[in-house]
């Protein structure tokens, strides 16, 4: 059980094109689902929290208009990178969770590469 | 901010040795959680602790909170190459939500 998708696994975009990032919790309902983005032999930074048919909340420094997040139903969250630039390049990493009180469990990731 | 400070930051040793993790707070934390994450794969949840002075072990792998619940540590006995990996502590608080993540300990384990 409490097992985490994510689509694709790895892209490659040109700069100023957009990209999606699929989560899905296969098993499981999940109210809330976060976004970390992590660089190499580094632990993950918390990106936003997203709850189910509401508004993402997003950590200090990350720009919302440029990190899309919806999370329309209980199994799905999506993360866009909008108008991408090589510094986006990043493994980016989503966990799924009961809720606020209960364990993550993260999806496989998914490398991002922006030429 | 609550930050988890997790040590050593990197660990290289010979197959068969043994080897602990820490992770400190200030803050105290609801629960903590400890995860293995190989290269280009997600965090795995090895064991989450919730009572202060709790042990658990997990075969090789034994985990301990502190007893006022800001500590944690990993020790590993008689490490194995498949050990190899990021070795991440996770501190959480049940009314954030949200976890936070220590630097994370990278275990290289030498045949």
């Not at chain 2, 619940?69 to 190459?81: E, G, M, N, V």
Request: glycine content about 8%.
């Amino acid at each position: 059980g409490a097992v985490v998708s994510q689509h694709p696994s790895w892209v490659i975009c040109k700069s100023g094109t957009s990209v999606k990032i699929e989560c899905r919790s296969l098993d499981f309902q999940a109210t809330t689902m976060f976004w970390y983005r992590q660089f190499p032999k580094q632990s993950l930074m918390l990106m936003a929290t997203s709850n189910e048919g509401s508004k993402a909340t997003y950590e200090q420094g990350v720009e919302k208009d440029k990190f899309l997040i919806n999370h329309a139903s209980l199994t799905l969250s999506t993360l866009t990178v909008t108008s991408a630039h090589p510094e986006d390049s990043s493994f980016y990493i989503c966990s799924a969770s009961l809720g606020l009180s209960y364990e993550q469990y993260f999806g496989p990731g998914t490398r991002l590469t922006v030429t | 901010t609550q930050l988890l400070e997790q040590s050593p930051q990197f660990l290289s040793i010979q197959e068969g040795e043994n080897l602990t993790v820490y992770c400190n707070s200030s803050s105290v934390f609801s629960s903590l959680q400890w995860y293995r994450q190989e290269p280009g794969e997600g965090p795995v949840l090895l064991v989450t602790v919730v009572t202060g002075g709790e042990v658990k072990k997990l075969k090789r792998l034994t985990f301990q909170f502190g007893d006022a619940r800001k500590d944690s540590s990993l020790h590993i006995t008689a490490a194995q190459p498949g050990d190899t990996g990021l070795y991440l502590c996770a501190g959480r608080n049940t009314n954030a939500g949200k976890s936070t993540f220590g630097d994370g300990t990278t275990l290289t384990v030498k045949p």
